[in-house]
């Protein structure tokens, strides 16, 4: 069954606003912090700093109403930097691939590709921001 989350993007605090609202709405995550230095090897990934290695890349908690709250750090090593406005996401997890692209291909006509629909080692991804400025995510998992 598809389901919608709210994507936050943090400058180096993931972990601790996360732990801030799991405290708050008395869940527990339903995606533990998974850190940079647990992403898989890729010879063709770029080089991060190891300041970076404890950057949150993702953590996903239930909060009220079948809603969850998904959160990542940004890079600076790769020109991210936090202003409100980049901060929130709205991210699609999706049944299928068909359907991820439906919904890539309309929301970003007339917008912008952030990010090409691609396989990832999580599953199938992709993120456009739309004609109005909303950033939208797609995730067909594995």
Sequence with gaps: MSTVAIYLNFQGNTEEAFSFYKTVFGTEFSAPFMKLKDMPADPNAPKFPESEMNNV???A?????????MG??????MGQKLIIGNNTT???????????D????????GGSDQAPMREEFW?????????????WMFNVMN
Excluded: N
């Excluded at 990542?72 to 090593?77: A, H, K, P, Q, R």
């Design 72 to 77: 990542t750090d940004m890079f600076e090593s």
């Design 123 to 135: 599953g199938y991804w992709g993120c456009c921001l739309d004609k109005f400025g909303i950033r």
């Design 90 to 100: 709205i991210s699609l997890q999706l049944d299928s691939k068909e359907e991820a």
């Design 102 to 109: 439906q919904f890539y291909t309309a929301l970003s006509e």
């Design 57 to 59: 890349i993702h953590v």
């Design 61 to 69: 908690l239930p909060i009220i109403g079948g809603t969850q709250i």
